[in-house]
């Protein structure tokens, strides 16, 4: 493009902003309105565009439509000589009224079928996320056209130096799996803030050989930012909302000679042999012996006090406090977030909530065992689920969860010494190695279909079924003796 054609200077980020931020307050069918083109080529751009199944649409409308040059796969930044990137992505406002991101930011394409680019440093993906150029608009599902959303942030944003140095521990997990033929069994949870997401709409469909194992096929992936690390940059950098987080890392010089997974386990480390009730003592905590006590202890060996640290809010990793009794076994099962039965029967496996939830989520496993009257720490570890258990037996587990649901949840009344209980047909913990289903609160409700209510909860502790009847809210939960089975040696 020849900078006469163009209302800013290509070779400058603050140009490019500048202009960018012309979109804030109109929809992207006001741009494609005040565009001088043809009414023919409006209408075949509104068709062309308009189609909420379409990828990376609305950004690549812009790219044509408002900045002037063709959209394209290139690694390259799309303003190359000014080094930045443009990124249109979505965001959705709560109910409670906080926003977070629509979903992970794509950055570029990993190729299979060819040597992978080692180096961050000379990397495309550096090239592609140095600078960009961020183009927020609000998703509302309600409205009869993505076209009608609204763009209200345009703004640059280049990842802080603490960030990068996490960017590129994440970069090279990522093409050490895949130099060593392991591209089947990456997943976004692998990592922190990079991930290596899923491209296409079907496993089927979407699996090609890999370079380095040709004999293995491998899902195709993008590298990408995470949802839970762009909505934090949407709060903290785009809208500047108030930061409530607190930093594990102080200093990025902490990063200096190890890594941000080694700089946790060591902290926490430094306290193993120490009981829950000397760990109270020593960061000046009341022993009260509730269950969040053992998770707060966590916090407190990471220097972060209010169970808010950054860094996990960024890279979405879930603290879970593992108490093993004496002869090692662990007497809890693990409960995942709550759910809501009648979302979850409409669901696909790869768009589910429980899919999403082990693919894009670490853990911290946290570790005491019981000694004596206490619970001594025995250490800790990060884990993810392994792509082999999530495809398959947890997947399985589901589709059996998915389909009594869809036949109809049985609901038995029964009288027993201690008062009425009620029983249904879901598949219980025997029936699968990882993951079972179970009420998520400890308040009953229920309402059959003769009316009868039953319970000491009410409405805000059941959910409707689809004949009418309440049921107890339920969630999932992850099997005390797989999560035993997944703790490293020493840990037990």
Not at 151 to 157: C, N
Not at 325 to 331: D, F, H, L, S
Request: proline content about 4%; charged content about 30%; some cysteine.
């Amino acid at each position: 493009m020849s900078e006469s054609f163009t209302p800013y200077d290509e070779t400058d980020p603050l140009s490019i902003e500048q202009y960018g931020q012309r979109l804030i307050g109109k929809t992207f069918m006001d741009v494609i309105q005040e565009a001088n083109l043809s009414y023919d080529t409006k209408t075949e751009i509104i068709d062309k565009y308009g189609n909420p199944r379409r990828k990376g649409g609305l950004g690549n409308l812009l790219e044509e439509i408002y900045f002037g040059y063709k959209a394209n796969s290139d690694q390259q930044a799309d303003f190359f000589e000014a080094g930045v990137e443009l990124k249109a992505t979505p965001y959705e406002r709560l109910k409670s009224g906080k926003i977070r991101a629509g979903e992970r930011l794509v950055i570029t394409m990993i190729g299979y079928d060819q040597p992978i680019e080692i180096d961050f440093s000379t990397s495309h993906v550096l090239d592609k996320i140095n600078i960009i150029l961020l183009v927020y608009y609000l998703r509302n599902k309600e409205l009869e056209k993505n076209l009608y959303y609204p763009i209200d942030y345009v703004k640059l944003f280049s990842p802080p130096k603490e960030d990068m140095r996490i960017i590129k521990e994440d970069y090279e997990k990522i093409v050490s799996k895949i130099q060593n033929g392991q591209a089947h069994e990456l997943s976004e949870g692998d990592t922190m803030y990079l991930g290596a997401c899923t491209k296409g709409s079907t496993a089927l469909k979407s699996t090609v050989p890999q370079y380095y194992a040709p004999d293995i096929p491998a899902r195709k992936r993008a590298f990408c930012f995470k949802n839970s690390y762009m909505t934090y940059v949407l709060n903290k950098y785009i809208v500047q909302d108030v930061d409530t987080y607190e930093p594990i890392i102080r200093d990025v010089s902490e990063l200096e000679h190890t890594t941000f997974e080694q700089l946790i386990i060591s902290k926490i480390n430094a306290y193993v042999g120490q009981t829950d009730k000397e760990l109270c003592e020593i960061f000046e905590r009341d022993y009260n012996n509730n269950k969040s006590q053992w998770i707060d202890l966590a916090y407190r060996m990471l220097g972060i006090k209010s169970n808010r640290a950054q860094e996990f809010i960024k890279a979405n990793i879930v603290v879970k406090a593992i108490r093993l009794e004496k002869n090692g076994t662990m007497r809890e099962s693990s409960p995942l977030p709550p759910m809501k039965l009648m979302e979850f029967v409409n669901e696909d496996w790869e768009d589910s909530t429980l899919y999403s939830y082990f693919e894009e989520t670490r853990f911290l496993f946290v570790v005491f065992k019981k000694d004596g009257d206490f619970y001594k720490l025995k250490g800790c570890q990060l884990w993810n689920m392994p792509r082999t258990d999530l495809d398959e037996v947890v997947k399985d587990g589901w589709e059996k969860i998915r389909t009594v649901v869809q036949n109809g949840i049985k609901l038995t009344k029964k009288e027993t010494a201690s008062g009425v209980i009620i029983k249904n047909n879901l598949p219980g913990k025997r029936e699968n190695p990882i993951i079972h289903i179970r009420p998520h609160s400890q308040k009953r409700f229920y309402i059959l279909e003769n009316g009868e209510k039953i319970g000491d909860g009410s409405y805000a502790d059941a959910e409707q079924l689809q004949d009418g009847r309440w049921m107890q809210k339920q969630s999932f939960w992850m099997n005390n003796s797989y999560v035993l089975s997944q703790l490293d040696e020493g840990l037990e």
